[in-house]
């Protein structure tokens, strides 16, 4: 009873050893390769142009008092200029929207643009498991398109409801904004006008010429720019102040 | 020695397991080519049936060892036997989750940046190591078991099993745990929660795997140690009931939370429907009966109470997880508000074929791969040897 199946036994034992090295190995080696080609990338792209100031924090300060009920010029031009389309459905982007709110206990109403709040403390990248959330030196929060992996754990995370998936194959994109299905994308103050000197956003630049200028953009670090003249002298609201995010997008008049 | 019948029938379920498998690789090919416009989910509810699918099968991976620890760690001679089973059905489970997971990511085939690039502050990065890392332990331990020459390392083995599967829950209810921005998580409550959840659900998916089994071997379990399985599995639903209440209570009690709580209990259609209907009389009240009333339970009691568990569980995740997102976020309080964007509204959603087939498929890999591992190494529990 002994003999004949311990051999058996330990022979059995021996190929599940071997094999069970074998499929480690199969298993573990691409990976390893995988992880050696991505280590010889390198590392970050060459920098040009010396990359984002961080003495400059963009933002944006938003005058509900001059914002006019039903136009919504601001998000025509931030659609147009960044090749969004029309939205219609819950799936298509929106990087900025109009809402419109009632205080309930005056009965006070406001139109409000929202977009990405441009946190100092975001939670879209406290959350990112790959690092593809960032933000810049210049308060710039952005979406790295090349290693967004669409968990779209930042758009739990997001108090805002500033983010949008990418739901579908995208036609038409504009060479400056590329974009991607199955990605998370959100405003980006304009980045590419931005960084070809260009000092105006999309939305602020509809508004300007709308008549209302409600929306100003500028930095809010430079003491002399219009930005920080305004939110010194205004009473100015951050959204879900609570929350300690510190977002660069401020609101007066709600 | 396997008969000829016996060999059959195994060819058969890793058939069925496959086929299965494959619908549900299917579905999630077609999601990728179509975008995830043909699901249900849009950009209020960005997590649907999938995460439902993947969180109960990790959660139940990490409870499912609960009936190794409480043999080799434990030293429970009832249990002792059944570890190897239990380690399985933990790998197994992960797998099929980690499938369902990786598959309903935006970009799947970017996985690989996944386990290249880190941001240490997300749990979602804590978890690639964690799940990864529970794999090994738990393969490490199989292997203690298995291998006569490393039985003394068994112990040790368990007791790294046990402490990791409960950081591993802690990181699965913290995912939920540390979002500030919705009013259905952001509770430090949660961890422990996932923890209980994760004792019950795990020990229901062993006991109807357990049961399977025996049927198949036409064998029956010794009436006292369905007995002791039976009321600890009361004991586990019965704790989980209670943290879900003092969730639900804690959030009553702060004023803020009141309307999102009167969403989920009472107003909110089908979710306060699945809450009361589905996990707290079918998921608790009615097994904890079933389990608790000495003179019903029988193998076909505990069986049936087992299932009632998974229904609960898969109730209690679309309440949680659907729900949480459903309910609007509340970026101006004090104010009503409207938008073309939805804003202030509960969003709806309806989870369509390739989400239902994408989740069913990460069950059917589990199923799979328990199959084949029941069949090639031997994992019936031997109560007769003990």
């Known amino acids: 009873m002994s003999g004949a199946p311990k051999t058996v036994d330990g022979g059995r034992r021996a190929w599940l050893g071997v094999a069970a090295a074998g499929l480690a190995g199969v298993m573990l080696a691409p990976g390893v390769r995988l992880i050696e080609i991505a280590r010889a990338a390198p590392a970050a792209p060459a920098k040009t142009g010396g990359g984002a100031n961080p003495a400059v924090r963009w933002g944006m300060l938003i005058d509900t008092t001059k914002c006019a009920p039903g136009c919504d010029d601001c998000v025509t031009a931030c659609h147009t200029e960044n090749g969004l389309g029309t939205p219609t459905r819950s799936t298509d982007a929106r ?4 809402i419109d709110i009632k205080e309930v206990r005056t009965g006070r109403q406001a139109s409000v643009p929202v977009m990405c709040q ?12 790959t690092g593809a959330s960032f933000k810049r030196a ?19 995370a997001c108090p805002y409801k500033a983010r949008s998936f990418v739901h579908e194959p995208l036609t038409d994109q504009h060479p400056d904004v590329p974009r991607g299905k199955g990605c998370v994308e959100s405003c980006t103050l304009c980045v590419h006008r931005l960084d070809r000197g260009e000092k105006i956003t ?17 930095d809010l670090n430079d003491p002399g720019s219009e930005i920080a003249r305004r939110v010194r002298e205004i009473q100015t609201t951050q959204l879900r102040a609570d929350l300690k995010l510190d977002p660069g997008v401020r609101y007066h008049g709600i | 020695m396997k008969t000829i019948a016996e060999t059959r029938n195994f060819w058969l379920l890793v058939a069925l397991g496959g086929l299965v498998t494959l619908v549900g690789l299917g579905a999630a090919h077609t999601m990728e080519v179509h975008g995830h416009v043909i699901t249900g989910m849009d950009n209020a509810v960005v997590w649907g049936l999938p995460h439902v699918f993947a969180i109960f099968m990790i959660v139940a991976a990490s409870g499912v060892l609960n009936v190794a620890s409480i043999g080799s760690v434990f030293g429970q001679p009832a249990y002792k036997p059944r570890a190897p089973l239990s380690g399985l059905l933990s790998i197994a489970l992960l797998a099929g989750g980690l499938m369902v997971l990786m598959l309903d990511l935006g970009r799947p085939e970017r996985v690989i940046v996944a386990a290249t ?3 240490f502050a997300s749990v979602f990065a804590w978890n690639v190591f964690l799940y990864s890392g529970m794999v090994a332990i738990v393969a490490i331990y199989l292997w203690t078991m298995f291998e006569r020459r490393f039985n003394a390392w068994s112990k040790p083995a368990g007791i790294a099993a046990l402490i990791w599967r409960f950081v591993l829950t802690t990181g699965t209810g913290s995912i939920f745990g540390f979002l500030v921005a919705r009013q259905a998580y952001q509770s430090a409550l949660l961890a422990p929660l996932f923890i209980v959840l994760s004792f019950g659900w795990g020990l229901a998916v062993f006991l109807v795997v357990q049961a399977a089994m025996y049927r198949w071997n036409d064998r029956h379990l010794p009436p006292e140690t369905l007995a002791r399985l039976g009321r600890l599995l009361g004991v586990f639903v019965a704790a989980s009931l209670y943290l879900v209440a003092v969730y639900h209570l804690t ?11 009167a969403f989920i209990l009472r107003d909110g259609g089908i979710f306060p429907l699945l809450f009361w209907g589905g996990y707290v009389l079918l998921g608790s009240v009615l097994p904890m009966g079933l389990l608790f009333r000495p003179h019903w339970r029988s193998e076909g009691a505990v069986l049936a109470a087992a299932l009632l568990v998974v229904v609960g569980a898969f109730a209690w995740l679309f309440v949680f997880i659907i729900g949480g997102q459903a309910w609007p976020l509340d970026i ?15 969003t709806h959603y309806r989870p369509s074929m390739p989400e239902w087939l994408l989740g069913i498929g990460g069950l059917g890999a589990a199923f799979l791969l328990t199959a084949i591992g029941v069949r090639v190494l031997d994992f019936m529990p031997q109560d007769d040897f003990k």
């Open chain 2, 332 to 346: 101006f309080p004090g104010h009503e508000v409207s938008s073309a964007f939805g804003d202030g509204q509960v």
């Open chain 1, 95 to 98: 990087w900025i929207r109009k």
């Open chain 2, 251 to 261: 959030n009553l009690y702060f004023e803020r939370q009141v309307g999102f709580e």
């Open chain 2, 117 to 119: 690039h880190y941001n």
């Open chain 1, 118 to 129: 441009h946190c100092a403390e975001p939670p879209c990248v406290d959350v990112c498991p």
């Open chain 1, 202 to 218: 999309a939305c602020a630049e509809a508004c300007a010429k709308a008549g209302h200028s409600a929306i100003v953009f500028g």
């Open chain 1, 138 to 156: 210049d308060g710039i929060v952005l979406v790295d398109r090349h290693s967004c992996i669409g968990c779209r754990y930042c758009m739990m």
